[in-house]
């Protein structure tokens, strides 16, 4: 039996408003945010943009110092922040699903964290560290009796980033820690029992029961940190302002400020498409790694 017209157009109904959300607001601005990266264009001077070619791609490389610093900045934040949360994520799940006293407690202290808008924590970590007045520098002083320890860890260089990493992680480990207590609450007790028929101790179990059996938590962690990392901008931007000088510029930072500071859309497209394919690549090489080397170890073999 053969189908009308009406019949025959009623998918299309469905599924055209959807197309036409990705193709208005996603297709068409990376395509046109592609072509600008290859442009001059001031959207308050210029009619138009001027095709220039690969010039801003070898500008970013080249001759720009502040691109660079994003660069070396959002890697190392990246890097620090990819290896706390994963390593720390995952002692935090295997010590909460332990028989651990106040367990409740500490899982709603990791938890909660989420639910507070990352803007409103940084401007809180920005009052806690505050050199005249800030709760750190007097507990440093008054109750540890380390004054050395107490100075402006915002406003020192040396020390800024790592501010933002630690505000970074106290956000979002909760996240990643669910990830990993639902990882181990698909592992069978059978195995950890044949384990430590076997002999083996805690540490063992989690280096060849534990970690080898959260393949997926590990990709889905791994994934998160690896974009939570590079695309970081909130903290930098209402904490730091990316500074001091440029200490805690991101490349997430740089292209708001190429593009609404200075009115370089096409500087700041460019940076968006380094920014993604760094994301990208990142996140290939995470891949090939947890494909490889996320095998599950037999419980027989723990010794």
Not at 148 to 177: C, D, E, H, I
Request: aromatic fraction near 16%; include cysteine.
């Amino acid at each position: 039996m053969k189908k009308g017209k009406g019949q025959t157009l009623i998918p299309y109904l469905f599924i055209g408003p959807a197309a036409v959300f990705l193709v208005v607001f996603i297709t068409y601005p990376l395509l046109h945010s592609l072509y600008l990266s290859f442009t001059e264009f001031n959207f308050i001077y210029d009619e138009r943009p001027a095709f220039v070619g690969l010039a801003n791609y070898i500008r970013l490389f080249a001759v720009d110092d502040r691109f660079k610093a994003a660069l070396k900045n959002t890697m190392l934040f990246a890097l620090l922040y990819f290896v706390l949360v994963v390593v720390g994520s995952l002692l935090i799940a295997v010590l909460l699903i332990s028989r651990l006293r106040w367990r409740d407690f500490f899982q709603m202290a990791v938890v909660m964290p989420i639910i507070v808008p990352l803007s409103l924590a940084g401007v809180m970590f920005t009052w806690i560290m505050n050199p005249t007045f800030g709760i750190f520098n007097f507990v440093m002083k008054e109750y540890l009796g380390m004054p050395g320890m107490a100075r402006n860890w915002l406003g020192n260089p040396r020390t800024a980033l790592y501010v933002l990493v630690l505000v970074s992680l106290w956000k979002f480990m909760g996240f990643t820690t669910i990830i990993f207590l639902a990882g181990l609450g698909s592992i069978p007790r059978d195995i950890y029992e044949a384990a430590r028929i076997d002999g083996a101790n805690w540490v063992q179990e989690l280096i060849w029961v534990t970690i080898p059996n959260l393949k997926e938590a590990f990709f889905l962690a791994s994934l998160y940190g690896i974009i939570q990392g590079i695309k970081v901008y909130e903290l930098p931007y209402v904490v730091t302002g990316g500074g001091p000088g440029t200490a805690t510029l991101t490349l997430y930072l740089y292209i708001w400020r190429a593009a609404f500071g200075y009115f370089d859309m096409g500087l700041a497209s460019s940076v968006a498409y380094v920014t993604s394919a760094l994301i990208l690549m990142c996140s290939g090489l995470m891949l090939m790694v947890t494909g490889e080397r996320g095998r599950q170890v037999d419980a027989q073999k723990v010794l």
